[in-house]
T-cell receptor, first 110, second 115 residues
Framework: SQQGEEDPQALSIQEGENATMNCSYK?????LQWYRQNSGRGLVHLIL?????REKHSGRLRVTLDTSKKSSSLLITASRAADTASYFC??????????FGEGTQLTVNP | DADVTQTPRNRITKTGKRIMLECSQT?????MYWYRQDPGLGLRLIYY???????NKGEISDGYSVSRQAQAKFSLSLESAIPNQTALYFC??????????????FGPGTRLTVL
């Protein structure tokens, strides 16, 4: 399987803390994307990082990509209760198809 | 109005019935996708279409078929539903540019239960 794998599967933190989620994948990729899913709803794109990029920021989000280790991390700073959701990494490795990991369930406690 | 819509939003059916899930988009994207999500799991690709005449199987196409009626419409059919097709189904679109994927935009999902 080319599927990315997120770590941890579940993460529970307090509001104001930072949340870090990791994603590992198996083959060379064109880009890696992170998506968010609120319970039972459609996924929403958060950020895309291309294979020639090492770090990218968007608001409170910071994504890193290490192609030598085939891994990526998503950092959410100063988390809020509204950040509670599942977060998925998705890799683009073949003909513009995305392969999704199983997700990290983030719970931010007020 | 939502850019990617799915109908129905919820459906309960019986084993052996034929079911069609519909997806419409107003984003003007050429690429459309159907995924299924099982509890606690990520999304798995069922079928994808790069334009009206280009339809491809994904990783779990057995038991499913699709129809791309127009650029804006992509339907998923279960010819004879079985209980293990109970899942959350998502349609997505993308505006592919250049040598790598761009963002995918998801519909709200259809929750399908097969009894």
């Amino acid at each position: 399987s080319q599927q990315g794998e997120e770590d941890p599967q579940a993460l529970s933190i307090q509001e104001g803390e930072n949340a870090t989620m990791n994603c590992s994948y198996k083959t060379s990729i064109n880009n890696l994307q992170w998506y968010r899913q609120n319970s039972g709803r459609g996924l929403v794109h958060l950020i895309l990082i291309r294979s020639n990029e090492r770090e990218k920021h968007s608001g409170r989000l910071r994504v890193t990509l290490d192609t030598s280790k085939k891994s990526s991390s998503l950092l959410i700073t100063a988390s809020r209760a509204a950040d509670t959701a599942s977060y998925f990494c998705a890799t683009d490795y073949s003909r513009a198809r995305l392969t999704f990991g199983e997700g990290t369930q983030l719970t931010v406690n007020p | 109005d939502a850019d990617v819509t799915q109908t129905p939003r919820n459906r309960i059916t019986k084993t052996g019935k034929r079911i069609m899930l519909e997806c419409s988009q107003t984003k003007g994207h050429d690429r459309m996708y159907w995924y299924r999500q099982d509890p606690g799991l990520g999304l798995r690709l069922i079928y994808y279409s790069f334009d009206v005449k280009d339809i491809n199987k994904g990783e779990i196409s057995d038991g499913y078929s699709v129809s791309r009626q127009a650029q804006a419409k992509f339907s998923l059919s279960l010819e004879s539903a079985i209980p293990n097709q109970t899942a959350l189904y998502f349609c997505a679109t993308s505006d592919y540019r250049g040598g790598s994927s761009d963002t995918q935009y998801f519909g709200p999902g259809t929750r399908l239960t097969v009894l």
